[in-house]
């Protein structure tokens, strides 16, 4: 499989078989995931893994039992492990303070980044996750956390600097039970909207 056909096959799957991964199987995504490219090379993506009881745990702070009823996409739930990319803002900081990159003048507080790199490079990483699952013929999704940040840094024990970008769910896709979501369906853009040859005319 080249990186044009996992980029072309992959699409959110929103439910998985009971099929559990093999062990070692997330690690070795994880371990292959994170030889994207970071800003200073400061390194600083990090990953909570979730799998077993870890998953319910999850799911009960960010999903609570009442509200499943009325969830689009159970089978998400079955997925039998989470990663979670984590931008760690503060190796940024700290590696942006040393000799050679305190000229940028990012070394001193988070605050001073107008682009945060912590939260770019921790997407690189949660894209080559994704495509390297689809490599292994996995299903995955990735989806926000928006307001279950909190809960999920407070369960967990995530450090302060960590920002959460986002989980994948990983696992052995149930096509029976697939479903298409709203954004799913939506087309997709032509190239000419998109693709800006010399600015914006
Ligand atoms: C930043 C981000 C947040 C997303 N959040 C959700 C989400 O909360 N729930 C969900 O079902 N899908 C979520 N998705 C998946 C998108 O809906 C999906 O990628 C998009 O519709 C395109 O479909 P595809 O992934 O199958 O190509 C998210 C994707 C991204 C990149």
Not at 85 to 95: H, K, N
Request: proline share 7%.
């Amino acid at each position: 499989m080249t990186v044009a056909d996992a980029l072309r096959d992959r699409r959110s799957c929103r439910s998985f078989t009971d099929e559990p991964l093999a062990d070692g199987v997330v690690d070795d995504l994880v371990d292959r995931a994170r030889r994207t490219p970071s800003a200073g090379n400061s390194q600083g993506v990090e990953f909570l893994v979730l799998e077993g009881a870890d998953v319910a745990a999850y799911w009960d702070v960010t999903l609570p039992p009442e509200r499943r009823a009325a969830f689009p996409w159970p089978g998400l739930l079955r997925a039998p492990a989470l990663v979670v990319p984590c931008g760690m803002a503060d190796r940024y900081v700290e590696r942006y303070a040393e000799d050679d990159k305190a000229h940028a003048g990012l070394g001193t507080s988070a605050d001073d980044w107008t682009v945060p790199y912590w939260l770019v490079d921790a997407a690189f990483a949660a894209m080559a996750l994704q495509l390297l699952a689809v490599e292994a013929g996995l299903g995955c999704c990735f989806f926000g956390l928006f307001e279950h940040e909190a809960a999920v840094v407070a369960r967990f024990g995530l450090p302060d600097d960590a920002r959460a970008v986002g989980t994948i769910a990983l696992g052995y896709p149930d096509p029976t039970g697939a479903r298409p979501s709203g954004s799913t369906v939506r087309g997709r853009r032509p190239l000419d909207e998109v693709l800006h040859r010399g600015g914006w005319a």
